[in-house]
């Protein structure tokens, strides 16, 4: 069949088809091992279900303003206000159906065919597909040397005339790691200076480790709030990805334009489910805290067992998220040249070890796999032996 040349020019997203892989796998009876999972494993906390189940009664099951209701923009506004001491207009907020409906929403309003977006690599799978629906081009720059750290050295070396901005999501998927608060600082400045746009993806800004501090642009200072565009979601701060809500908050045109697309897409994001966003963000942070202090249990066992038992397999270290991105490529000179890429390494995991992983070629470095810490410590204890196993070659 005839499909579009944006349709055609796509892949699906990876990260989503390697978890429904793993989970079909599991329905088969098959004892499978996901670390492929980006979504955490904890149940969404009773006071947010109970606020969808008064919704309901309630009769909250109509249209809502395209935009979204009322009370949550102010709670997501008082929720700018506190953490980065930013104020936000109900106008210059919209809610959407999920962060990744958010950035569709957002690239399809600032985008014209040919515009450039800069993407420090390892990315998000879906950043470049979402630019490239949009008509957009991304422009991959590789991190890897600086330690996963992007800085405005790359940012300068990589502007065209045809720049609108750039993408930082710090914490990181898939390394975790944070970008330091003075690289923020000069990229900031400088795209003002130039008319640029910082998209911060603040969607892992919770779920970090080790007492270190979640930065981003709009907390350099209210003179660079023009120029950040701040997309953000309930999804991992309260385990609620089914929930599909999802957040941006940006220049009052930018927004306006968000606005008339999803006008005529989705309409409103689902009306119980704002309900129940509502209430995580009115809720407190309790449940992300007990969260995220399981999380950092799993990352330090993780990364003790790779460092004493797998030496092949080399972790880079997470300061948040739920992921550990680590270097296989010393497994493809051991493997006595079967193994050569990471998808072949996570085809070989999943099919002789029953162990889901992403290849890193799906996040732009294929030396590396990304392994979820999405799951109980003992099904990461029992996947970790598995991984030693598998690369016992
Ligand atoms: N940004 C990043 C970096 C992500 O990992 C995800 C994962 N789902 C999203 C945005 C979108 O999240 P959601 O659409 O589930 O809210
Ligand atoms: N963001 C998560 C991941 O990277 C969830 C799946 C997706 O939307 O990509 O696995």
Redesign the pocket.
Known sequence: MKLSCRASSIKPSA?LAITAKAKKLKAEGKNIIGFGA??PDFDTPGYIKNAVKDALDKGYTKYTPVSGIEELKSAIADKFLSDYNVGYEQSEIIVSC??????YNLFSALLNEGDEIIIPSPY?V?YTEIIKLSGGVPVIVDTSRNGFKFNLRMLESNLTKKTRGLII?SP??PTGVLMDEKDITQIADFVKKKGLYIIT?D??EKIIFDDKKFFNALMVGKEVKENTVA?N????TYSM?GF???YTAGPKDLISAMNNIQSQSTSNPTTFAQYGALAALKGGYDFTVMMRNEFQKRRDYMLDFFDKNIKSVIPVKPDG?FYIFADISKVFDESGNKINSSTEFCDYLLDKYLVAAVPGIEFGNDNFIRLSFAASLDVIKEGLNRIKEAVSF
């Open positions: 990260t980006g979504e999920g962060g990744k409906h958010s950035l998000w879906s999501n990181s998927n993806d969607i892992y997309v979601a309930v999804s991992k990805t599909r809500i999802g998220a």
